[in-house]
């Protein structure tokens, strides 16, 4: 699976668009771009995935570059529970058991 | 649906000792995985199951055991605890369609003295 890079923090104003960029420049034709988020120690959740076409769910929208060497989770009204970190990984969807890999992530801080 | 529940919420052990973290889903999801959670690191998985009986070997497997005899229950047992064990342990599962919507457990935090 294609290693990703996110920078370690960011912070946002409560209200305001949090765009999480995520580069994963070695990323294969057929390896999709999920994202998930982690707040306060809990068990991680699920947000969106992708494989090459723009995403949006109720949680968050998904931008995907026309190379596919990176992506950008957009949180569109961030709130201060959207406070956690968010991991993006990159992995063939195969059909079979995920094992996902997830690195350390960006720690989103969002403020009043 | 409740979803993913572990127990315990949270577990001291003395070196040596030996204990089952327990994971149950309710969600008939024949995929279920084991990871643990190392302070300020991400999540490294331990083991998986693709469904009863089969189990197979993540990336940390060395010190533990799991078993899968039904769909809801995927018990991870550790065996002579040692302080290197110490983390935080959470039970996933997720539909064999492959879509890698894995539904996660709270976690149990274990700590090995």
């Known amino acids: 699976d294609a290693k990703t890079t996110q920078p370690t923090s960011m912070d946002c104003a409560e209200g305001r668009a949090a765009n999480l960029p995520c580069n994963h420049s070695?990323?294969?034709?057929?390896?999709?771009v999920y994202w998930y988020r982690q707040i306060h120690s809990q068990g991680p959740q699920y947000i969106i995935h992708?494989?090459?076409n723009n995403e949006t769910n109720e949680m968050a929208s998904l931008i995907i570059t026309e190379d596919r060497k990176s992506s950008t989770l957009i949180l569109p009204h961030a709130t201060l529970r959207d406070t956690a970190v968010y991991y993006c990984i990159v992995r063939v969807k195969t059909g079979t058991a995920s094992k996902l890999t997830f690195g350390t992530g960006t720690r989103l801080q969002v403020t009043l | 649906n409740a979803g993913v529940t572990q127990t315990p919420k949270f577990r001291i052990l003395k070196i040596g000792q030996s204990m089952t973290l327990q994971c149950t889903q309710d969600m008939n999801h024949n995929y279920m995985y084991w990871y643990r959670q190392d302070p300020g690191m991400g999540l490294k998985l331990i083991y998986y199951s693709v469904g009863a009986g089969i189990t197979d070997k993540g990336e940390v497997p060395n010190g533990y055991n799991v078993s899968r005899s039904t769909t809801e229950d995927f018990p991870l047992r550790l065996e002579l605890a040692a302080p290197s064990q110490t983390s935080v342990y959470f039970c996933?599962?997720?539909?064999?369609?492959?879509?890698?919507?894995?539904?996660f457990g709270p976690g149990t935090r274990l700590t090995v003295l």
């Open positions: 996933a599962s997720s539909y064999p369609t492959g879509t890698d919507t894995q539904y």
């Open positions: 992708g494989l090459k």
């Open positions: 070695t990323i294969s034709g057929n390896e999709y």
